[in-house]
Nanobody
Framework: EVQLVESGGGMVQAGGSLRLSCTTSGITFDGGAIAWFRQAPGKAREGVACIAFSDGREYYRAPVRGRATISSDNAKNTVYLQMNSLKPEDTAVYYC????????????????????WGKGTLVTVSS
């Protein structure tokens, strides 16, 4: 059974940093991809970053590009999303998702590509 569990969310002031974790089970890190999505209050869920395990390729969407870094620790079966210079508009529930096909790249990170989802972790950025 595949499971993804997010952690690391919380409340932080604008300009601060957080590291989100996506701990997985039932997924091998030699293929596939993991993506981070977020859903702000009243808005649609959007993909913000992904990493492909086959070649380590990373992709970031514009809202977080330059402020976020995605990484993986194969030994811990965990993918991280380091978020810096946080803004109030980063406030959202952050989800990780797994794509068996392993695509990670432009133009979009599609919800429909994801095969498994975590339940999310809330990030609140105060001004």
């Amino acid at each position: 059974e595949v499971q993804l569990v997010e952690s690391g969310g919380g409340m932080v002031q604008a300009g601060g940093s957080l590291r989100l974790s996506c701990t997985t089970s039932g997924i091998t890190f030699d293929g596939g991809a993991i993506a981070w999505f977020r859903q702000a209050p009243g808005k649609a869920r959007e993909g913000v970053a992904c990493i492909a395990f086959s070649d380590g390729r990373e992709y970031y969407r514009a809202p977080v590009r330059g402020r976020a870094t995605i990484s993986s620790d194969n030994a811990k079966n965990t993918v991280y999303l380091q978020m810096n210079s946080l803004k109030p508009e980063d406030t959202a529930v952050y989800y990780c998702a797994a794509d068996d096909a392993g695509y990670c790249g432009p133009p979009q990170i599609y919800e429909s590509d994801q095969d498994y989802w975590g339940k999310g972790t809330l990030v609140t950025v105060s001004s």
